[in-house]
């Protein structure tokens, strides 16, 4: 008995093989994109971290604000358009009790600040441009962002730095930066200012028109 003969059948060409993949692609890509929610993804330790957060600071009564923190380009430049500068005084290093014990998570403070500028009359509809030369412990950690706790009229200023991820490191533990507040954060009033760090932290007070 001869042996069945396997059908005669080729395999498709690679050009229909090319077509049907992007016939396939194409749709889910736009599908995708169309109906994708808007905004990050649901995190859900940290969104309910943050969730706690800012309930306690409420609770506690402290407004939270967002400030711009970056390097500037011409420090200098900077102090000589600040007018006239408000008298920096030494102040006890960590967060005061009230915020330390509010915090959900402590933030990575600088350890000390070798200078800090600030203008001591500000215009409330301006912002408010702080200049300071921070020092950390070590080169593992880069600036990322800055946040203003206010309660009444004490306000407290922290530096954000966070963890540089693998075996990188900055280039110093020394930053020159500058913190910029929104115009219109503060009202027309005296307000103590503590600009917070692990060590030794600086104190001021500026007077808001």
């Not at 200078?115 to 080169?139: G, K, W």
């Not at 280039?171 to 060590?199: D, H, M």
Request: one cysteine or more; charged letters at 15%.
């Amino acid at each position: 008995m001869s042996a069945r003969r396997a059908p005669n059948t080729k395999p498709w060409p690679m050009k229909w093989i090319v077509i049907a993949i992007i016939a396939v692609i194409i749709p889910y890509t736009w599908l995708t994109l169309h109906y994708r929610k808007p905004g990050p993804a649901y995190r859900p330790y940290e969104d309910g971290k943050e969730r706690a957060n800012v309930e306690r600071l409420l609770s506690a009564g402290y407004q939270r604000v967002t400030a711009l923190a970056q390097r500037p380009a011409d420090p200098q430049q900077l102090i000589r358009t600040m007018g006239v500068s408000a008298s920096i005084v030494d102040a006890p290093g960590g967060l005061p009790f009230g915020l330390a014990t509010t915090l959900v998570e402590a933030p990575l403070l600088s350890q000390s600040f070798a200078s800090v500028s600030a203008p001591r009359e500000i215009d409330a509809r301006r912002d408010y441009t702080i200049l300071l030369n921070c020092s950390l412990a070590n080169q593992k950690a880069q600036l990322g962002g800055s946040q203003l706790f206010i309660k009444g009229n004490t306000v407290v200023i922290v530096p954000q730095f966070e963890p540089i991820q693998g075996g990188l490191l900055a280039r110093s533990n020394e930053s020159v930066v500058t913190i910029t507040i929104p115009g219109g954060t503060f009202k027309p009033g005296r307000y103590t200012i503590t600009l917070a760090a692990s060590q030794h932290s600086k104190q001021w007070t500026v007077d808001v028109r």
